[in-house]
């Protein structure tokens, strides 16, 4: 494992370099990426990101002036907040075993490159990147606006408990060059569909609690998705509104999907292990958030979550 | 108008204090109080908050150690982020005409005060606060917490456009002494009441939109808080639910009040200059958040805000 300073020692000397980030890709991996990628031309080197084929139209503006040429033969790969091989795009296979460098925060970092620069602690691969960055080049505007999507997206715009002293002081640098952050705050957290804001008041409007008010369950059915001529990007992270009901240590979301069946995604506090309860349902997860896809029409499937979770409580 | 060192030297020489805050008061106008509070006795001076009796329990247990007991009689009262005289509270309208010193960042403060510590760039009141705090005493885990809170809930945790490199500078500076802020951020702003999603879900419900869908209004008549048994804190802060619509740049939200006036709040892109909406209405605030109470039932007012704001454009 190396450093930021001796991960800025390698950079220096590759050239014809190429980024790989991961899949269902996120704003920290295309920002860190795009960042690094810009920095590496800045110091007159060939740098491109390897086009992810899942990029999304929120992350595809800092990404698009990176993407690699088809045919591009790098003579050094990268890769940026990708914890494990197994979360590389189908694209980025072939250069699995040939990956010279990994820059990454996940704890659970599989160590698949050559040389490794990982910081668990950082809130965002992007600080990781930052430092990288601050060793080789100065931090320009261009720069700073990918690198602040990176560390702003990854801790829910400086609001999620891995938001650090650090996270705030880098985020003021990055201010600092001169960057307007407040229509990418806007954009990315400050926004939501008219169609996102009425399936969201229509699942409040229906949640049902259970067990003294600590168990809610919020429910998706495709008639509520076609009556709202719902997106894609509109039912995206729905899950996240049922956890935030005020008392609630386990909020539960069942979307029906259009094959009939039921996804499940449990959000929990420490005394309902999500993980176990989405086990019990076929699924799984983390002890704070897991998932799992049932048969059975939602009435059906909201008993068995709810036994699954008296089981698992109780037990 | 005088600097925070200025106003830091004015503080060293005054004693036995009493501070005051500003009806239906917030997190900055009650953090920075406390914060400012125990900074005085921590230099052993007799300091308390003036009681708010329109305090909510979101912001209490920050004002709760530093209420005046009855009857204390000040040497000096000092104002917090309080903009103009009328926004004192009924119980602090003795004091109105000999505060020595208004510590403030509206600017459309109103000057009430012998000496004013403005600083119309600082995105809460906690900025300036906390500049004043550093010239006289060591900001220990104690004052850091509701300085925090000061700062984070006015510029919603680090998302709304008053957000600068300093305001990051500051958390940082404030995180650093040690304090756990993540349950700080769970609380303030990733929970919501039952009642208070509930009140959402219908103000999205029955929201209207006009000018191609770049002005929403959203109401909340007395009849929908009495309906849904609604609190003073279920509501504080419902206002910020409108300029989240995608597409739009000026959310409106009107809320009955239960003198059967109507609150005004506006929030604006660019395009609306809110402070001069308000301002038209007989209110006041900062360019992209402003606020007005008016007369007249919620179609009244809302005619007479959408007159306002196409006059406002239109200029």
């Given at each position: ?18 980024l ?6 996120d ?8 960042a ?14 390897l086009?992810?084929?899942?990029i ?13 040429p ?10 940026v907040d ?36 990982l910081?668990a ?14 060793e080789?080049?100065?931090?320009t505007?261009?720069?700073?606006l ?8 990854d801790c ?18 990055l ?34 609690l259970?067990?003294?008010d ?9 008639a509520?998705?076609?009556?709202m ?11 996240a ?16 999907l259009p094959?009939?069946?039921v ?16 086990r ?6 983390h002890?704070?958030?897991?998932g ?5 029409s ?10 699954a ?7």
């Amino acid at each position: 494992m190396i450093d930021a300073k001796k991960a800025a020692a390698l950079l220096r000397a590759m050239d014809r370099v190429l980024l790989v980030t991961h899949v269902r890709p996120d704003g920290d991996t295309i920002g860190s990426a795009a960042a690094l990628c810009l920095g590496l031309r800045a110091m007159g080197k060939e740098a491109y990101l390897l086009v992810n084929p899942e990029i999304t139209e929120t992350y595809r503006p800092y990404a698009a002036p990176c993407w690699a040429p088809e045919g591009y033969e790098p003579d050094a790969v990268i890769s940026v907040d990708v914890a494990v091989a197994e979360l590389l795009p189908e694209n980025a296979l072939a250069y699995r075993d040939s990956i010279a460098l990994a820059i990454d925060h996940h704890p659970s970092h599989g160590f698949f490159a050559e040389e490794t620069c990982l910081d668990a602690q950082a809130a965002a691969c992007g600080e990781i990147v930052y430092e990288i960055l601050t060793e080789l080049t100065e931090i320009t505007p261009a720069i700073a606006l990918p690198l602040y999507v990176a560390i702003a997206t990854d801790c829910g715009c400086f609001v999620y408990s891995n938001t650090s002293a650090k996270t705030h002081r880098i985020a003021a640098r990055l201010m600092e060059t001169g960057i307007d952050v407040s229509e990418v705050n806007r954009q990315l957290f400050r926004t939501k569909s008219k169609v996102r804001l009425r399936m969201e008041a229509r699942m409040v409007a229906e949640m049902e609690l259970f067990d003294h008010d600590r168990v809610v369950i919020m429910k998706i059915p495709q008639a509520l998705c076609r009556e709202m001529q719902a997106t894609q990007t509109d039912i995206e992270e729905l899950s996240a509104l049922a956890p935030q009901v005020e008392g609630v240590d386990c909020g539960i979301t069942l979307r029906e999907l259009p094959s009939g069946k039921v996804k499940i995604s449990v959000r929990s506090g420490p005394r309902v292990n999500a993980s176990e309860v989405c086990r019990r349902l076929g699924g799984g997860g983390h002890q704070a958030a897991a998932g799992a896809t049932a048969e059975g029409s939602l009435d059906e499937v909201k008993q068995a979550v709810l036994h699954a979770v008296e089981t698992v409580v109780s037990q």
